[in-house]
């Protein structure tokens, strides 16, 4: 089966030995297609995995083999996440389930970017939900990155009509104001590309006004000068959700926090629960992702890789050859 490997400063595609379950518990499915995550970004070009890896994780798929507790059966188009908690651990019950040991062990075989992957029982118990006939893949694909959306935004606590900046709007800045809105916030946004200013307009967030103070602030931008426009624009006693790394690994100032008694924090990836939410948001197109995604062929997949950080696209969508009309 074919696959797209880290190859030094390249992905490349390449054929391994194909999955099979062996009597595994879990599920082997043939891989529709994959968005191209930020993360995916971030580990290719700081290298922070090593060559013959898979990248990949927000995958719409068709079962091929089970071996299962659960009702999935051969032949259905399933959406699935690749992290599961324990449940058990001090992070967990705290909460903070991206921070589990386990949470961080676990995940599809070999990745995304592959024709088939081994999906484990605990994925199908816990985070594989059957797609509707309603959504395309492209549109489901989003249930993942949603679900780490949803998750920022519990994490804020916010009340019933506040106003809610989002700093960046990239897909991720997109998708975390289409959540923002869907759960009833007034929601800002801005960018340094009039482009991506003009689709959010359409998407119904607002322009940022000059006076705006924000009850909280999302940081989905990956510049250090956005630090600058987050303590700018929110409100004494606000909150300010981190939700990208920045080149500088840059801090908030001492005394802004001190004086104005903010809330910084941080949020990086959905429980289960906010996958279910995320899937429900979705299914009920209460946030609508048409439009979003440019589709690449395996074989296309560093023109993906490279259009993504050049700002040419704003998502990135991996379809499979074999399924490519």
Avoid at 7 to 29: F, P
């Amino acid at each position: 089966m074919r696959c797209a490997q880290v190859n030094n400063e390249k992905i490349i595609v390449k054929d391994i030995e194909e999955i099979k379950l062996n009597g595994k518990k879990g599920a082997v499915v043939k891989v529709l297609g994959c968005g191209l995550c930020g993360s995916d970004i971030v580990k290719f070009k700081h290298k922070i995995v090593n060559n013959g890896a898979v990248l990949g994780h927000e995958i719409v798929a068709v079962i091929d083999e089970i071996n299962s507790d659960t009702d999935f059966k051969i032949g259905e188009r399933i959406v699935t996440s690749h992290h599961i908690p324990c449940f058990e651990c001090t992070f967990c019950r705290h909460g903070n389930y991206s921070m589990c040991k386990h949470f961080k062990e676990t995940n599809i075989f070999p990745g995304g970017f592959s024709e088939k992957v081994f999906v484990s029982e605990e994925h199908l118990q816990n985070v594989a939900y059957r797609v509707p006939e309603t959504l395309s893949d492209e549109e489901i694909s989003f249930y993942e990155p949603l679900g780490c959306c949803v998750r920022a935004i519990k994490r804020c606590n916010l009340q019933e009509g506040d106003k809610v900046l989002v700093v960046g709007l990239g897909s991720i800045g997109l998708l975390m104001g289409e959540g923002l809105k869907a759960l009833g916030y007034e929601v800002y946004g801005c960018d340094l590309i009039p482009e991506r200013i003009a689709l959010a307009n359409k998407m119904g967030i607002k322009t940022l006004p000059q006076d705006l103070q924000a009850d909280a602030v999302f940081m989905t931008s990956g510049a250090d000068k956005a630090i600058d426009t987050a303590l700018t624009y929110i409100k004494q006693g606000g909150k300010i959700l981190v939700f990208s790394s920045t080149p500088n690994n840059m801090g908030y100032a001492n005394n802004e926090i001190y004086y104005k008694e903010l809330t910084v924090m941080g949020s990086y990836s959905p429980s289960p629960d906010d996958l279910r939410d995320s899937f429900e948001l979705l299914t009920s197109r209460k946030v609508k992702v048409q439009g979003l995604t440019t589709i690449y062929p395996l074989e296309k997949i560093q023109e993906a890789f490279d259009d993504t950080v050049s700002n040419k696209i704003f998502k990135a969508y991996i379809k499979m050859n074999n399924f490519i009309n």
